[in-house]
């Protein structure tokens, strides 16, 4: 099975950015740890991010049409607003778990509302780089019935 890892703006930053909010892991630290747990159960996971709404959205479209299984994806502060991406998720077949490393409904009030989650197949919040994983493992268990 392959898996794209997809994060979206300010997560480049991870280790320097608000340290007390996102941890001090990198991003790197991230991608190289999601790469690994894949191996482990002979799933391929590909790490990419972006900066940009238009790159992001173009990858979702990729992912349909390279045969990806599934997405789990960080869509930083474009999740709270972003009605292209949302609509880039509705239009393709391929699952979305949408991730976040904090917490989002402990904070401004701006961050409680997801427009990505109505075309999720679930979220995870507030877990650290853990929620990664445990996306994983739902993709996982998905893929041999157990869901
Ligand atoms: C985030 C939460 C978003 O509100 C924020 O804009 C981010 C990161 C998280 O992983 O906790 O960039 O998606």
């Known amino acids: 099975k392959k898996i794209l890892l997809l994060n979206g703006p300010n997560l480049n930053r991870l280790g320097k950015r608000e340290p007390g909010i996102y941890g001090d892991g990198t991003l790197e630290d991230l991608e190289k740890?999601?790469?690994?747990?894949?191996?482990?159960?002979?799933?391929?996971?590909?790490c990419f991010q972006s900066n940009h709404?238009?790159?992001?959205?173009?990858?979702?479209?990729?992912?349909?049409?390279?045969?990806?299984?599934?997405?789990?994806?960080?869509?930083?502060?474009?999740?709270?607003?972003?009605?292209?991406?949302?609509?880039a998720i509705a239009g393709i077949n391929c699952p979305v778990i949408e991730?976040?490393?904090?917490?989002?409904?402990?904070?401004?009030?701006?961050?409680?509302?997801?427009?990505?989650a109505p075309v999720s197949k679930g979220q995870i919040a507030g877990l650290g780089f853990l929620g990664y994983e445990l996306a994983l493992e739902a993709f996982k268990r998905e893929a041999k019935g157990e869901e």
Do not use: C
């Open 99 to 116: 991730v976040h490393i904090s917490n989002v409904y402990q904070r401004e009030e701006f961050r409680h509302k997801s427009v990505i």
């Open 33 to 46: 740890r999601m790469a690994q747990r894949g191996a482990e159960i002979q799933f391929e996971v590909i």
């Open 53 to 87: 709404e238009g790159e992001l959205i173009d990858k979702l479209h990729e992912a349909e049409d390279t045969g990806i299984d599934g997405i789990i994806f960080n869509p930083g502060a474009f999740t709270h607003y972003s009605y292209a991406i949302r609509d």
